[in-house]
């Protein structure tokens, strides 16, 4: 099914919040009352994980290696900044190296005088994620733009195709928190334990995402207009009933934590699919995935520099368009 047309950033207004709780609530407190730390509560990286990350970094490597862009690559460009569609398997410093290449090729073959410039990621994309990619090509453009990153003052709409129980409800807040845990993991935290130190001297922090389901193994969603705002106090409590699902989401996050969407995927019984360092599945309806189902579709933000609203939207995958 074609994903809908990308939609105003909606109000979240949830009529329920839901607590997650489960009985291993006491051994926690035990657990946290003799480290003294916050117990994480999105479960530790599957063991399969490892030799499959490792060769899929050496499979991006030997691909970013030969990777160049192309003027198709660019979604949007001015004297400030470059937006750019960043292809699946291929690092954000690959993209940011070969900019200065196509900047290059452009003003040989445009003949203008070529300004000096100090190109800088403005937002970063993991390895496998594709998508709106910002570069600037200034000093102080960078700075306000990481500032309105900071800020929470671009918004972002990212698809992952997922796999695992069907949801319940047609948008999902889901508010918890975020940190690494004493082996390095990224991990997902009680809201109540934000702000509190953990293992490595960093603090938990805040996450924040809604979910607007569109599809559900490839028809589209019919649920009324339902919504719930789960806030995480426990482990996740949802459990597979019959046979997993395809589901294909919009994620709107509200903050931006490393691996957000993947994470809070997780936790809900719905990972990415390919995702195996989340518990995404490593193989589905006969075939193999080689990196997760994750798309950057859009970035909407004040320009650093005139003021003016820049929408950018990166044209979907396939596997966002067939459902």
């Known amino acids: 099914m074609p994903v809908c047309p990308l939609p105003s950033i909606p109000s979240i207004s949830p009529p329920s919040t839901t607590v997650f709780r489960s009985p291993f609530m006491a051994a926690h407190h035990h657990c946290d009352s003799m480290d003294n730390y916050p117990v994480p509560l999105s479960p530790p990286l599957p063991l399969i994980s490892k030799d499959i990350e490792l060769n899929r970094a050496m499979s991006a490597s030997s691909k970013s290696s030969l990777f160049s862009l192309s003027r198709s690559d660019v979604l949007h460009e001015d004297e400030w900044l470059i937006a750019l569609n960043k292809p699946q398997g291929v690092y954000c410093e690959t993209i940011l190296s070969s900019v200065q290449s196509l900047v290059n090729d452009c003003v040989c073959r445009s003949g203008t005088q070529s300004k000096k410039t100090e190109f800088h990621l403005a937002n970063r994309l993991d390895r496998d994620t594709s998508g709106v990619i910002l570069v600037t090509k200034l000093h102080k453009v960078a700075a306000k733009l990481v500032k309105a990153f900071t800020d929470h003052k671009v918004r972002k709409t990212y698809i992952a195709s997922c796999v695992g129980q069907a949801p319940k ?35 938990v922090r805040d996450m924040e995402t809604l979910f607007e389901v569109l599809s559900i193994n490839g028809d589209q969603c019919n649920q009324e207009s339902s919504e719930i705002d789960i806030v995480v106090e426990e482990k996740s409590s949802v459990e597979l009933v019959g046979n997993k699902v395809a589901v294909l989401v919009r994620a709107y996050p509200r903050s931006g934590r490393t691996h957000q969407i993947r994470l809070h995927c997780q936790y809900l019984g719905i990972p990415v699919k390919g ?49």
């Open 169 to 203: 409800w047609k948008k999902m807040t889901i508010k918890s928190g975020h940190g690494r845990s004493k082996f390095g993991a990224w991990r997902v935290y009680a809201a109540k334990d934000v702000g509190r130190t953990l293992p490595g001297g960093s603090s």
């Open 275 to 323: 995702d195996v360092k989340y518990e995404g599945v490593y193989e589905w309806n006969g075939r193999v995935y080689d990196g997760h189902q994750l798309h950057a579709e859009s970035l909407s933000f004040e320009h650093p520099v005139t003021g003016s609203s820049i929408v950018i939207n990166a044209p979907l995958p396939s596997w966002a368009t067939q459902g």
